[in-house]
């Protein structure tokens, strides 16, 4: 890795800050996906991995069948490799989160090519793919409890840790599971319009890139998680410089999935960025304000929750004309760009809610 031959051999000492680090990282990934773009769509076409339409969906969606999927796979990879070159790899912290990365991107993988082999939506089963992303969880959480000195207390939104952090002990793993579980598929659920998902992305990892560095930075002495009254966790600086990958793969795709999309990032996008997500919050101690970063995606999965129970228990009666939420409102009339630039907008003001409330602590 780049950083440990420049900063601990050559002792260059502008890569010993994650600052330096963090835009390198951002600006290698931004490159790197906007260059492989091209060619790697082309790849896409040329193994005909295009995109299955919902045959239940809005009709609108039926000229999108046969765009390239999966470009997820250049998201990671391009996200990882700067990670590997600037973060530093002795930290359990970036291990943790990028197992999860990787981990449920596989899954998401396998999901895709299902679909692309059976020539139908439907992929891995729920049960398959819950069931291979609590193995990999369990497993990244080993190494997370085993490895550091990561404890299992909470810290909650607008209250200061000194005033309540419960310790809620082995309780902890299942919570944790859930965490990465249910932020890993509420993107996924999200991935429905051309850029919907990518962006509310982007804006997360930019959350937490300055949470994180927030929570492990001391510059000149002065600590940063004690002036903001948050969890301080030694060595969590070192995930900003993933997520400034992730900001950076994000913002390259985004340069052929805006609408119209050029490529779809696929499950083994959404679910494999969605885990690293709910695994960055879990490091810095964000479970609950996370619930506020990621409010778009908590409605999407809340709209499909509400819709099914509704289905159920209401005689065939649904809530909304189509779920996840933002078929419905396309199905109100939206145009989809519309749709689109609003959820982002959403984001953009939640992710502004979650940074306050340190203040208010």
């Known amino acids: 890795m780049l950083y440990w031959l420049l900063y601990e051999q050559l002792g260059v ?13 951002a600006g290698m990934s931004l490159l790197l996906s906007i260059l492989l773009g091209p060619a790697f769509i082309r790849w896409l076409r040329v193994l005909k991995f295009g995109q299955e339409v919902r045959t239940d969906g809005p009709k609108t969606h039926e000229t999108k069948k046969g765009t390239p999927t999966m470009g997820g796979t250049l998201i990671i990879s391009t996200a990882m490799l700067p990670t590997l070159l600037w973060a530093d790899l002795r930290n ?18 396998l999901d895709d090519y299902l679909k692309i082999a059976l020539k139908n939506t439907k992929g891995l089963s729920g049960r398959k793919k819950l069931l291979g992303q609590a193995i990999i969880g369990l497993l990244a959480l080993f190494v997370l409890f085993h490895y550091s000195d990561y404890n299992t207390t909470l810290a909650l939104p607008f209250v200061k840790p000194t005033v309540f952090s419960p310790d809620i002990g082995w309780a902890y793993w299942p919570f944790a599971l859930f965490v990465l ?23 997360s990892a930019a ?16 600590n940063v998680a004690a002036y903001l009254r948050i969890p301080p966790i030694v060595g969590a600086e070192e995930l900003s410089i993933l997520c400034a990958a992730i900001i950076g793969s994000g913002l390259g795709f985004l340069w052929y999935n805006a609408h119209p999309a050029e490529v ?11 885990g690293a997500l709910g695994a960055v919050a ?7 304000v996370s619930v506020i970063v990621h409010a778009v995606f908590v409605a999407e999965s809340v709209s499909v ?27 109100s009339g939206w145009p989809e760009p519309k ?6 907008i959403v984001s953009a003001l939640m992710a502004m809610i979650a940074l306050a409330s340190l203040k208010l602590r």
């Open 339 to 344: 749709v689109i630039v609003r959820f982002w």
């Open 282 to 288: 879990i490091v810095t101690k964000n479970e609950f």
């Open 92 to 109: 359990t912290y970036v291990w943790f989160v990028s197992i999860i990365f990787v981990g449920y991107g596989l899954v998401g993988f």
């Open 207 to 222: 959350v937490f890139g300055a949470l994180s560095y927030a929570a492990g930075a001391v510059i000149s002495g002065f």
């Open 13 to 25: 000492n502008l890569f010993r800050y994650p600052s330096s680090r963090m835009l390198l990282s």
């Open 181 to 203: 579980i249910a932020t890993s598929n509420s993107v996924n659920l999200t991935d429905g319009l051309d850029g919907l998902a990518i962006v509310p992305t982007v804006i």
């Open 305 to 331: 929750m509400l819709q099914v129970a509704s289905f159920k228990l209401r005689g065939g009666k649904r809530i909304f004309k189509m779920a996840p939420l933002h078929h419905h409102f396309e199905l």
């Open 264 to 274: 779809f990032m696929g499950d083994v996008g959404a679910l494999g960025l969605g």
